[in-house]
Every structure is written in structure tokens, then in C-alpha cells.
């Protein structure tokens, strides 16, 4: 009797199939290499997109940022990536390091300890690297 494949290596195979046919150099990219390539976008630029331009009365980019960044931090070690990438973005659009603590800890309450600590350490990354760029 044959071992049934794993559906996620499955899906990992599927998706580089499908980013190789995109463009052959996608074939060996990483999520550490895809966040490396997005570059923090301009405060403005963010508002423009994220904040009030669409929708005057709603959310500014600061505040979707840090809800993103609650969401993203209830789903733990999977979105590494993502997680550092909305901490620089939060920060830009004028997120202090203390509102971004505060949105990973409440989220502790509902995707555990495990998962708030990955995040603090996630974000205490970006924050240092962040420092050693201005000095």
C-alpha cells in the first residue's frame, strides 16, 4: 500500500510550479526573499491606498496596519514575513514602538503565548534594525 502524499507539500509544489511559470526566477524564492524585495512604502503612499482617501470617515493607514498586525500575530510562526513587513509599514504610518507592542500583546489573550512572543520577537527585530538605520 502507498503512503498518501502530504497536501501541503502538495500545495508548496503546486505554488513554485506556478511561480516558475510566472517567471523562472520566482522558482527559488522564499518568503525571507520576498520581503526583502517589498520595500517600505512612503507614509503618504499608505494613507493614499490603506488610510482615508477612499473612504474619508474610515480607518486611518495606522490603525489597519496595527489590526493587521493583530491578525497576523493570532496566526503565529506562519506569517514571519508578513509580520515584520507590517511592523516597518505600522512604524512608517505613524505607529509608536509602544502601540505596536501593546496590539501583539492583547492578541496573546487569543492565539496564546506562543504565538504573542514569536511577534514581540518579530517586531523587536524590525524596531532594532529600524534604530541602526537612523544612527
Given at each position: ?129 529600524d534604530g541602526e538605520k537612523?544612527?
Amino acid at each position: 500500500m502507498s503512503k498518501p502524499a502530504n497536501p501541503f507539500e502538495e500545495m508548496m509544489k503546486m505554488g513554485q510550479e506556478m511561480a516558475r511559470q510566472i517567471n523562472p526566477a520566482f522558482e527559488g524564492l522564499t518568503p525571507k526573499g520576498m520581503e526583502a524585495m517589498w520595500p517600505t512604502m512612503p507614509r503618504e503612499m499608505m494613507e493614499t491606498f490603506m488610510g482615508r482617501t477612499f473612504n474619508p470617515e474610515g480607518l486611518d493607514a495606522k490603525t489597519r496596519l496595527l489590526l493587521t498586525l493583530a491578525g497576523l500575530t493570532v496566526l503565529g510562526a506562519q506569517a514571519e514575513a508578513q509580520i515584520r513587513m507590517t511592523v516597518r509599514h505600522a512604524l512608517e504610518a505613524g505607529a509608536t514602538k509602544q502601540e505596536v507592542a501593546e496590539t501583539i500583546a492583547m492578541m496573546g489573550v487569543f492565539g496564546g503565548l506562543p504565538a504573542m512572543g514569536k511577534a514581540m520577537e518579530l517586531a523587536r527585530e524590525v524596531i532594532d534594525a529600524d534604530g541602526e538605520k537612523q544612527t
